[in-house]
């Protein structure tokens, strides 16, 4: 089975920076996707444990569920990728993604409930299984990257965390001269590169556009 072409991988839970580091990599030139493009790419096979189909072609780097999700098989699938953990203060996490549960209809949604019981095994929010699946995530990843520290950069943007931490991590040659973005769910997803976009070349090579 052959491997796909290296991509950025932003692997932190939702809630803990996901868009606003998606913003971060389209502002730096990437082809960026988020939970929106997944959607809509549809990696049916992801949940059965299939990773022979490349759903990602065209992206240079993605972030969101379900990336954080599978990202030992995207790892492996992927040699030579770079990996992103956003973490935040878990009071305050928890407290961001119990609104986020209260106010996303599930029900009807059959993506977002495959995501939400491949990541938590549950489709309501419980605080306290919440609380364990972050701890594990983080202590998975953290385990997963011990022989390979120059692969994971883990990012806290509430503390501080930004360009500094970010540019160098992708060799990128300049920091921006600007904040780091601050994104919310439904951030002005780029126009040249919409949800469930499939007109992708397989010849494209991941980097700065």
Do not use: C
């Given at each position: 089975m052959h491997?796909?072409?290296?991509?950025?991988?932003?692997?932190?839970?939702s809630?803990?920076?996901?868009t606003?580091?998606y913003?971060a990599l389209?502002?730096?030139?990437?082809?960026?996707?988020?939970?929106?493009?997944?959607r809509?790419?549809?990696?049916s096979?992801w949940f059965?444990?299939?990773?022979s189909?490349?759903?990602l072609?065209g992206?240079d780097?993605?972030t969101?569920?379900?990336i954080?999700?599978?990202?030992?098989?995207l790892d492996r699938?992927?040699p030579?990728?770079?990996f992103?953990?956003?973490c935040?203060?878990?009071e305050?996490?928890l407290?961001?993604?119990?609104r986020?549960?209260?106010?996303t209809?599930v029900?009807?949604?059959a993506?977002?409930?495959k995501?939400?019981?491949?990541?938590?095994?549950?489709?309501d929010?419980?605080?306290?299984?919440?609380?364990?699946v972050?701890?594990?995530?983080e202590r998975?990843?953290?385990w997963?990257?011990?022989e390979?520290?120059?692969?994971l950069l883990?990012?806290?943007?509430?503390?501080?965390?930004?360009?500094?931490?970010?540019c160098?991590?992708?060799?990128a040659?300049?920091?921006?001269?600007?904040?780091?973005?601050?994104a919310q769910?439904g951030?002005d997803?780029?126009?040249?590169n919409?949800?469930?976009?499939r007109?992708?070349?397989?010849?494209?090579?991941?980097?700065p556009?």
């Open positions: 491997s796909f072409t290296p991509k950025i991988f932003g692997i932190g839970l809630k803990t920076g996901t606003s580091l913003a389209q502002r730096l030139g990437y082809r960026a996707a988020t939970y929106q493009h997944l809509g790419a549809h990696p096979g059965n444990g299939d990773f189909v490349d759903y072609t992206w780097a993605i969101d569920l379900p954080g999700t599978y990202f030992p098989d699938r992927y030579g990728s770079k992103i953990l956003t935040r203060e878990i305050s996490w407290a961001s993604a119990e986020q549960w209260g106010r209809a029900q009807r949604d993506f977002r409930q995501v939400r019981l491949a990541t938590y095994g549950i489709l929010f419980d605080r306290e299984r919440f609380r364990f972050y701890q594990v995530h998975n990843v953290r997963h990257f011990r390979r520290p120059g692969d883990v990012m806290n943007l509430g503390a501080g965390d930004g360009w500094p931490q970010l160098p991590f992708l060799g040659r300049a920091i921006p001269n600007e904040p780091f973005p601050n769910p951030f997803l780029d126009p040249k919409p949800p469930g976009a007109k992708r070349a397989a010849s494209q090579t991941a980097g556009r």
